[in-house]
Structures are given as structure tokens and as C-alpha cells.
């Protein structure tokens, strides 16, 4: 799983992490709103879902102490992380100034 989390974040194109775990209540809600951002923004954005409980190595390797959290990669770089619940509007706009 690392090496393929490496060549996926290592794009152009931003990439939103979305560490969340199937039990965690806030993690079901923002599910739809990742759909709705990826409605809006296309091909402007990759959305990649990672399961804590199924990926503890990488949860840990990326210090995620909390679901759910998201982190916006830009070429392999880190460029904004945020554990909660955001609305579309604000997590478009944080992708959009990427």
C-alpha cells in the first residue's frame, strides 16, 4: 500500500486523503460532501478514502490521530491538513487555492 499511496499523491493534480474508519459517525457525514465536491470539481481533484482500521501502518506513518482527517497533497507535498467535518464550499475553495 505505500508505495502505491506514494505514486498516487505524487500528482499534479491535488489529492484529498480522507482518513476516516466505518464506525466513526462524523466520517458517514462527510462522505456525501466528498461526493460533492468531487461533482463539482471533476478532473480538477483526486479524492483517495483511507480506512484507518484497514491501514494502520499508513495512519500512523502519516500521524492521523483522529478521524475523520483529510490532507491535500499537491505533487507529492503536503499543502493543507484538517481533522473534522468541512462544508463543500470550504473544502472546494482550500482545493481550488492549491
Known amino acids: 500500500m505505500k508505495s502505491s499511496f506514494s505514486d498516487i499523491i505524487n500528482s ?4 484529498l486523503v ?3 474508519a466505518t464506525w466513526c459517525g462524523p466520517c458517514k457525514t462527510l462522505g456525501p460532501i466528498l461526493e460533492q465536491v ?10 483517495v478514502k483511507i480506512d484507518v482500521d ?3 501502518p499508513l495512519a ?3 500521524q492521523v490521530r483522529g478521524v475523520p482527517t483529510m490532507i491535500l497533497y499537491k505533487n ?5 491538513r484538517q ?3 468541512l462544508d463543500k464550499t470550504a473544502l472546494v475553495d482550500i482545493i481550488k487555492k492549491s
Not at 499534479?12 to 489529492?15: A, I, S
Request: overall charge positive; proline content about 3%.
Open 18 to 20: 480522507d482518513f476516516f
Open 54 to 56: 484497514k491501514n494502520q
Open 60 to 62: 500512523a506513518k502519516y
Open 12 to 15: 499534479d493534480t491535488p489529492v
Open 83 to 85: 481533522s473534522g467535518v
Open 38 to 47: 468531487k461533482d463539482t470539481l471533476g478532473d480538477g481533484v483526486k479524492i
Open 76 to 80: 507529492g507535498k503536503q499543502v493543507w
